[in-house]
């Protein structure tokens, strides 16, 4: 059983124990290659309860969880190109903005996954990732 009979689990991540969301972040992420969750509908759900999560998680600030944060927006990107959701343009700048976030504050590994990344994406989403990273306020102002 992934989350059956867990419910201090969940008691503990509803309350803000970093660790616990994390647990529920990983069990969550571990149901894609679950088999009894095989069906596409299924797979979609997962990824948007693993989205939630991830969320909760990286709002705690350490440069791992934001690493996780951009590994599953990137995921889910991938997902939406591969159906043609258009939605796929704004995971894609939503996780770059978040690496130049990253970069920024000199987290290691982050300028090298830009520099890996960015020559696969479209103009349109490295120019929406740059409108991201710049924040509610500053782009405001334009």
């Not at 803000?16 to 069906?39: C, I, K």
């Not at 258009?86 to 090298?112: F, K, M, P, S």
């Amino acid at each position: 059983m992934i989350f059956g009979g867990e419910s201090p689990l969940f008691t503990r991540a509803s309350a803000g124990d970093v660790e616990a969301q994390r647990d529920v972040l990983v069990r969550t992420v571990q149901m894609l290659n679950d088999p009894r969750f095989a069906s596409p509908g299924d797979q979609v759900m997962i990824l948007h309860v693993a989205e939630l999560w991830a969320r909760i998680v990286a709002t705690h600030g350490q440069d791992d969880d934001q690493f996780a944060l951009v590994n599953l927006l990137g995921h889910i990107a991938t997902r939406c190109d591969a159906s043609g959701d258009v939605a796929a343009t704004n995971y894609h700048a939503e996780a770059l903005a978040i690496l130049y976030r990253l970069a920024e504050r000199r987290a290691d590994g982050a300028d090298e996954l830009i520099a890996r990344i960015v020559p696969h994406l479209s103009a349109a989403v490295t120019e929406q990732a740059a409108h991201f990273a710049a924040g509610p306020d500053k782009a405001r102002s334009h």
